[in-house]
């Protein structure tokens, strides 16, 4: 959701720090409980704080916007478009806070706001890899440099699938138990494969193929064929990795001549969601086997 913000003052300090991950409605610091309020938070007014300072006194009203900008607020955002009072511009500028308009309800913005936070102060880590939406599940293919990431990926947005980022991609923990990838604003939508180059996969294959976010559910990473170890053929899953923190179930796909790695991705995806519902293949197989042989040995 677009949150049509203007500038209303303050502009000369955009670079100010935000300090506290919350975003506070001051409703009660307007009438005189001043130690709610906290330097670096973003203050979110709303009509009903608007309401409240026209209700007050001429100078009740004063003193109460002086406290709200006296206490560093990393920026001021006044909801639903409104016309705030002259005395809201003059504060701004002489303490340097950023006053800022919305044109969307007080609970869109104050969500909107709350939203950008959790994703811009959210620990991070860059990754190499091609992070894709498969089946409606984020899954990461890395592998060796030059092993078909691309290529690979290249099949599965032909097959219906999205583009999430290519070669690097930024991961987000928004919770203990969640990772969310996106791309960086430079490489959005593009995708580089060797021989064709840079390509713009929004505009080759249409707004659909490609996605500007989704949580990481699976990673899959491409082995050699060579170096790869058939010990336990049964398990399509068998590692866990950890990013910041956050627990992944990885699984290795070995890369030869003749195999279909857009089909094997998609029937990873399907088999982890099948996993998640309680069901194992291997475990079912091999139940049956031992019921088979308790079957031969009656």
């Not at 003059?90 to 104050?110: D, K, M, N, Q, Y």
């Not at 690979?152 to 991961?171: W, Y």
């Not at 049964?234 to 890369?255: G, H, S």
Request: charged fraction near 20%; aromatic fraction near 6%; include cysteine.
């Amino acid at each position: 959701m677009k949150l049509q913000l203007v500038w209303l003052a303050g502009a000369q300090s955009a670079d100010r720090e935000v300090l506290q991950d919350t975003v506070y409605r001051p409703t009660l610091a307007l009438v005189g409980h001043a130690d709610k309020l906290e330097p670096g938070r973003l203050q979110v007014l709303g009509l009903t704080e608007i309401n409240l300072l026209a209700s007050l006194e001429p100078d009740a009203r004063q003193h109460a916007i002086e406290a709200l900008f006296s206490f560093d607020s990393a920026a001021i955002f006044i909801a639903n478009g409104v016309e705030v009072p002259d005395a809201f511009l003059e504060c701004a500028e002489r303490h340097s806070t950023p006053l800022i308009s919305a044109g969307v309800s007080t609970t869109a913005l104050w969500r909107g706001l709350n939203h950008q936070l959790s994703q811009s102060l959210a620990p991070y880590v860059v990754l190499h890899g091609v992070f894709m939406e498969v089946a409606g599940m984020g899954v990461l293919i890395t592998g060796d440099p030059a092993i078909g990431k691309s290529e690979l990926a290249l099949e599965l947005v032909s097959r219906g699938h999205r583009l999430v980022a290519d070669d690097a991609v930024e991961f987000h923990a928004l919770s203990p138990e969640t990772l969310e990838g996106c791309s960086p604003v430079l490489l959005r939508d593009f995708m580089e494969v060797r021989g064709l180059g840079l390509l713009n996969i929004r505009l080759l294959f249409g707004e659909a193929a490609v996605k500007h976010r989704v949580q990481l559910r699976l990673i899959v990473q491409l082995t050699s064929a060579d170096s790869w170890d058939a010990s336990n053929r049964f398990d399509m899953q068998a590692e866990l990795c950890r990013i910041l923190e956050v627990t992944v179930p990885k699984v290795r796909l070995p890369v030869a001549v003749g195999r279909n790695l857009a089909v094997l991705v998609e029937v990873a995806v399907r088999n982890h969601i099948l996993q998640q519902r309680g069901y194992n293949s291997g475990d079912d197989f091999a139940q049956r086997q031992r019921e088979q042989i308790a079957f031969g040995d009656g």
